[in-house]
């Protein structure tokens, strides 16, 4: 079994979208890519930390087993949206083991930059 | 013996090629940089994996005793090429040690983007 | 108790305000982004090293429970500010475990540059 | 007693100097960012790993007690220069325990791009 059940990233800014606001792939985001390698589907826990308030969540998600998904931060709604422009951090909790990588797009200023770190996993 | 033996870069993405898409090493691009530090050439299998169809593999390369391998995924064919602007991530399996980073080169916009971060080892 | 003690980022550098120096948000900067997620405030300390100097500190600042700090280099001014354009490097010790990652944003040419990774972490 | 004594990067790669080539800051290059936080000085040994001859080095650096060196890869000259251009990858053993961080600065195309990660570290 490949990965670990708990998972942080300290990080969270989603900034403007940008100059590329039509385009999904290319406004600005946050994304947790996720990895079930196991054949078991994963049903994942979401907390998102704030700098001046109570948690959000649980936002919940499931990767199904052997694949991937690439979740997106400004995709999640329920229980409310995540917004822009505000320093966030997140744990994921998973039922199944996984392996997290945390990506930004930042497009602010109409050319690309981009960061990515793998996030920190315990047991 | 320095490293692991399985690893997982759950972040994949080859964007367009870009601009510079007449040079292999300005235009768009994924690679996992391996390094065998060992005495020992080691046998490395790749599995991909995607949103929503089984995985893709294995890819099969070789890293001598010694040196180091900067793979990268668009030159990836057998049994089948890594689709462009498509989510995906892999794990990669050696017979001996091995340490991989992983780093992507986005030309989407003209200018570069750049992200790279250590993959996740086990043994 | 999601996390650890003693955090270790080594490479620090304040790149030049750039062209966007009137803008927190934008102008050259770096972080730790640190995540409190347990149900004790917790105190932390950083030490600052340099190349050519004994290190600087310490400085101080808290993480209440269930929350995240997102903390500025170019905001500490005790017991001394950080110069820019300097090489510097920092640990940072915590009464309870969090998790921390570091973030730099370059903006010298005008264009945005970013840098992101999980800090060392040790207990 | 704060780090590790073996420290792997596996993704190498000076690019062109690029449009800032005068200015030493601002032309592309890579950077092993060392801290000891120790309090003996530590000395330094890297090997540096190719795709298709044997290695180089030994390369002999100190770090002293409480310092940190941002030890750029385009300063390395004995026992040879790492050329430009050429893919590598680097093991550093230290006599004291040290943590490391990879930095690149990209500068071929005009505008900067940034990598950084935290190294594989073992004892």
Redesign the interface.
């Known amino acids: 079994m ?2 670990k059940t ?1 998972w ?6 989603i900034p403007d979208a940008g100059s ?1 606001a039509d385009n999904p ?2 406004r600005s985001h946050e ?1 947790a ?3 079930n ?1 196991g054949d078991q589907d994963a049903q994942l826990t979401l ?1 998102i ?4 308030r ?2 959000a969540g649980p936002y919940r998600v499931e990767v199904p087993a ?5 979740l997106r931060f400004d995709d999640l709604y329920d229980p409310e949206p995540i917004p822009r ?1 505000t ?3 997140s ?1 994921i909790e998973s039922t199944q083991p996984v ?8 497009a ?15 047991d």
Do not use: N
Request: glycine residues 8%; hydrophobic residues 40%.
């Open positions: 490949l990965g708990r942080v990233i300290p990080e969270g800014y590329h792939a290319l994304a890519c996720i990895l390698a907390t930390y704030f700098t001046d109570e948690p052997r694949r991937t998904l690439h422009k320093d966030y951090a744990v392996i997290i990588q945390h990506t930004r797009l930042d602010r200023t109409g050319e690309l930059a981009l960061l990515s770190t793998l996030a920190y996993g315990e």
